[in-house]
């Protein structure tokens, strides 16, 4: 499995750039375009597919104000922003992905493993962090900043699943449960699935504590694959000699990296998805502020973004 992992497209920094496209780092399959005063990252796959309605949201445009005096489209309820802004921006959103006449189903997330099947939209959001549906008139979102939003198609059974993945959730595999519901739930066959996995923070960004190595690698056979070399926490300094430590004496690492997408792009394989058929956006919300929000880098002043799959009515 390992081997299938470090051969995965993900790893394959590539594709061809967009000609003409709008934003320079968005690359085939996947594109960037306008509507209705917003940005909409989406992926050529599942634009083939009629029936569908799918798009990750970008930063820009909408409703709220940062104390920048920035417009942004911040589609989670945050202590920073008004509500009535969220829901305007959601409506924009919405509207934009061409989705208005389905209904959006949102979760209470908790970074959690907890999927739910919605057969209808409930009255009140559910916890939860994954959801899935094959209803039509449904649309499933998730928010992050930072973490990892997948969505799920099943072009066969016409079945949709969408994804919260941060590092906890991660651990408790979300991504490889979330594939098993579709196998219940639609007898989806994992072959026939295509995973798009959005715009998150990335392994170069992404740095947590060692413990997670053991957490991880306790639970994982190939999640060594998933961090960079132990580093020292007190990194970056050029001066190390003025520690007066031999060499071999170095404090003890107490910061890594760890490449969240490609933990859960391992779950998918692992599930039984073939590689051809996920699709990394490489897009670190981190390094790309001007596009997207990030936790990491804002903070508490962040917006949160949204992904959405729904199947139309
Ligand atoms: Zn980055």
């Known amino acids: 499995m390992s081997t299938a992992v470090k051969a995965s497209p993900l790893r394959r920094r590539g594709g061809r750039p967009v000609p003409g496209g709008p934003h320079p780092i968005v690359r085939a399959p996947w594109s ?20 569908l309605v799918h798009g990750f949201s970008t930063r820009s445009g909408g409703t709220s104000v ?17 509500r009535e802004a969220v829901l305007k921006n959601r409506q924009i959103f919405q509207s934009a992905l061409g989705a208005s006449d389905l209904e959006l189903v949102l979760l209470r997330q908790f970074h959690s493993s907890l999927v739910r099947f919605f057969a209808d939209a409930p009255r009140d959001p559910l916890k ?32 949709v699943a969408a994804i919260h ?17 579709m196998r219940k739930r ?21 740095e947590v504590g060692t413990e997670l190595v053991t957490q991880f690698t306790s639970q994982f056979a190939d999640a ?32 890594v990296r760890l ?26 919300t981190a390094c790309h502020p001007d596009l997207f929000f990030s936790y990491r880098k ?11 799959v729904g199947i139309r009515p």
């Not at 997408?261 to 998918?268: F, G, T, V, W």
């Open 186 to 206: 639609f007898r989806s066959s994992p072959e026939d699935l295509l995973a798009a996995i959005g715009p998150a923070i990335g392994a170069c960004c992404y």
């Open 128 to 159: 939860g962090d994954a959801s899935l549906t094959a209803t039509p008139g449904l649309a499933l979102g998730v928010q992050t900043a930072d973490c990892v939003p997948i969505l799920l198609v099943d072009p066969k059974k016409r079945a």
């Open 32 to 51: 960037l375009r306008s509507a209705g005063g917003v940005q909409i990252l989406s992926l050529a796959p599942f634009k083939t597919l009629p029936w």
């Open 66 to 82: 940062l104390d920048s005096g920035e417009r942004v489209s911040n589609l989670g309820f945050t202590a920073w922003d008004r």
């Open 224 to 255: 060594r694959d998933w961090f960079d070399e132990l580093r020292t926490g007190d990194e970056p300094n050029p001066l190390q000699w003025l520690n007066r430590m031999p060499p071999g004496h170095q404090p003890p690492p107490r910061n």
């Open 165 to 181: 993945a941060g590092w906890r959730g991660t651990l408790r595999r979300i991504t490889e449960k979330t594939v098993g519901e």
């Open 298 to 308: 804002e903070g508490d002043g962040s917006g949160r973004l949204l992904s959405v």
């Open 259 to 284: 490449d969240l997408p490609a933990a859960n792009r391992s779950q998918l394989i692992a599930a039984g998805l073939a590689g051809k058929n996920i699709f990394g956006s490489d897009l670190c």
